[in-house]
């Protein structure tokens, strides 16, 4: 079973059209939740760490909130730009190591 | 730009070669991580070092093996390479203790032919 589940694989918004996407974990004892933003061939950047259900945190068109079993990232009138593959990982525990979902690939077109 | 800086970019090879990916750390941060993704796996974790000690271990193969150096780079070492094996390898670095933010290199693509 999969610790960290992203929906939707794949959305294709029209620009200016606000939308969420969705991190769903299993993990118990979560010590982080992170966001990072993927361009094809490149590494991830890091957009975002989330710590305690309730938390929120914005950066620019992107605010990501955080519940006790799911984190969202709302993207707010976005822009071509913002097209990547958008990756949420987790950390539990005393573990350092990031688990990942598999991703949201966002297509805004113009 | 993450402060992390991985070489090569590209590597082709052929099956049963062995081929060492190099990363050098953020300036200050003493952790080191390793990640493979591939198209179905997505970012897997491999294996951590903290100053120079291994510190954990994921999905990594016995084929596969990393260390890190005294002036903190590491080196993730691919030997028997087999055609799966082919994937984007990354490293990333971070200051210790949990949680903290990892920052990622721009990546290793290996090609096994």
């Known amino acids: 079973e999969d610790q960290v589940t992203q929906s939707p694989e794949a959305l294709r918004l029209q620009e200016g059209e606000s939308s969420s996407l969705n991190c769903s974990y299993t993990?118990?004892?979560?010590?982080?939740l992170f966001w990072y933003r993927q361009d094809p061939g490149k590494g991830p950047e890091f957009l975002f760490t989330?710590?305690?259900a309730g938390e929120e945190k914005e950066k620019e068109r992107l605010k990501a909130t955080l519940t006790k079993k799911e984190s969202f990232l709302h993207i707010t009138a976005p822009k071509p730009e913002d097209s990547a593959t958008y990756l949420c990982?987790?950390?539990?525990?005393?573990?350092?190591?990031?688990?990942f979902g598999k991703g949201t690939k966002l297509t805004v077109n113009p | 730009d993450s402060g992390v800086t991985q070489t090569p970019k590209h590597l082709i090879t052929a099956t049963g070669q062995r081929v060492t990916l190099r990363c050098s750390p953020r300036?200050?941060?003493?952790?080191v991580y390793w990640y493979q993704q591939s198209l179905d796996q997505g970012l897997q974790f491999l294996i951590h070092?903290?100053?120079?000690?291994?510190?954990a271990k994921g999905n990594i193969l016995e084929r596969f093996s990393a260390q890190q150096f005294p002036d903190l780079h590491s080196e993730l070492n691919l030997s028997s390479l087999e055609l799966g094996d082919s994937a984007l390898y990354f490293c990333?670095?971070?200051?210790?203790?949990?949680?903290?933010?990892?920052?990622f290199g721009p990546g290793t693509r290996l090609t096994v032919l």
């Open positions: 990333a670095s971070s200051i210790a203790g949990v949680p903290n933010e990892q920052f």
């Open positions: 989330l710590y305690s």
């Open positions: 993990v118990s004892g979560l010590r982080g």
């Open positions: 300036s200050g941060d003493l952790s």
């Open positions: 990982a987790v950390q539990e525990g005393g573990s350092e190591k990031l688990v």
């Open positions: 070092y903290y100053n120079g000690e291994e510190r």
